[in-house]
Every structure is written in structure tokens, then in C-alpha cells.
């Protein structure tokens, strides 16, 4: 009976001893599970930040097109209504094409404007 009962306290110990290294393995586990997790949060969080900077920059850079191309194409519009009124004007004979060169670029308005 005392082999039996030495046996049952051995195997009792051996039991311990394994729920005990189960315990710390599964401790372990947790902490390197919660560590790469964390790992996975941070590196995904710093991706999103790189990836909204990415599409704010970009869209900024293609704001600036647009823009720069409305300006462009409002200049050029602006140019041919201007050489269409010089031509209409020298054409119908109000003023004198040597005229037109005079007071081109000045902000000055004839005398008759607005009467």
C-alpha cells in the first residue's frame, strides 16, 4: 500500500509540476500573443496614417492642377474674347488699329464710357 500511496504522490507532484509549466507556457504565450498583436496595431496604424498623408498630398497636388488649368484656360479665353472685340472693333471702324496699340494693357476708359 505505501508503494501505492508513494506512486499516487509522485504522480501527483508530476501533475503539479505540468500544470505549473502550463501555467508559465500559457502566461508566456499571452504575452509575446498580446506583444505581436500590439505589433500588428501600431505597424497598421502608421500604414493608414502613410496611406491618408499619401491620398492628401495627392489630391492636394491634383487641386493644384485642376486649378493651375482653370487659371490657363480663363487666361486663354479671356485673350481670344479681348482679339475678337479688337477685330470686331478695328472691323466696324469705331477705332483705328495704330489705336487699339496705344491703350492696350492700360485701365483707362474712354471718355464716352457709360453714357
Not at 509575446?32 to 500590439?38: D, S
Not at 505597424?43 to 489630391?59: D, S
Not at 471702324?93 to 464710357?113: C, F, I, M, R, Y
Request: charge should be negative.
Amino acid at each position: 500500500m505505501d508503494a501505492l500511496k508513494k506512486g499516487f504522490s509522485m504522480a501527483k507532484e508530476g501533475v503539479v509540476a505540468a500544470a505549473e509549466k502550463t501555467k508559465a507556457g500559457v502566461e508566456e504565450a499571452a504575452a509575446k500573443t498580446k506583444e505581436g498583436v500590439m505589433y500588428v496595431g501600431t505597424k497598421t496604424k502608421e500604414g493608414v496614417v502613410t496611406g491618408v498623408n499619401t491620398v492628401a498630398h495627392k489630391t492636394t497636388e491634383q487641386a493644384n492642377l485642376v486649378g493651375e488649368t482653370a487659371v490657363a484656360g480663363a487666361n486663354q479665353v479671356s485673350e481670344k474674347t479681348v482679339e475678337g472685340l479688337e477685330t470686331v472693333v478695328t472691323s466696324a471702324g469705331l477705332v483705328k488699329q495704330g489705336e487699339l496699340s496705344k491703350t492696350e494693357g492700360t485701365e483707362e476708359q474712354p471718355a464716352d464710357a457709360g453714357q
